[in-house]
Nanobody
Framework: QVQLQESGPGLVKPSQRLSLTCTVS??????????WSWFRQPPGKGLEWIGY???????YYSASLASRTSISRDTSKTQFTLLLSSVTPEDTAVYYC??????????????????WGQGTQVTVSS
């Protein structure tokens, strides 16, 4: 059973950099056709996708956050890390890590977000 667990500071000051780590247990982060993602949900708003690091190590980000975002991985620790720079109070949210897994069927891969962390609250405030 794959499990994901977010960790990091719960309080970050404006203009500083947010760093969150997702530790994966029960599986590898290099298995093909799996994408290790970050989401967030600000108070009173919907879920927002931030980006992912793929099984091959490539990364892709939401256009609205790309200039401030970096997602990397440590395969030896089965962890992947979100860095979000120059944070403002608008970055206050519950942050989630998740796996998008691919299932091969009848000649194609079908994807779903099949495993999620429990989420961690991050507040940006001085």
């Amino acid at each position: 059973q794959v499990q994901l667990q977010e960790s990091g500071p719960g309080l970050v000051k404006p203009s500083q950099r947010l760093s969150l780590t997702c530790t994966v247990s029960g599986g590898s982060i290099t298995t093909a056709y799996q994408y290790w993602s970050w989401f967030r949900q600000p108070p009173g708003k919907g879920l927002e996708w931030i980006g992912y690091v793929s099984y091959s190590g490539s990364s892709y980000y939401s256009a609205s956050l790309a200039s401030r975002t970096s997602i990397s991985r440590d395969t030896s620790k089965t962890q992947f890390t979100l860095l979000l720079s120059s944070v403002t109070p608008e970055d206050t949210a519950v942050y989630y890590c998740a796996r998008k897994g691919g299932t091969y069927y009848s000649g194609s891969y079908y994807y779903s977000f099949d495993y999620w962390g429990q989420g961690t609250q991050v507040t940006v405030s001085s």
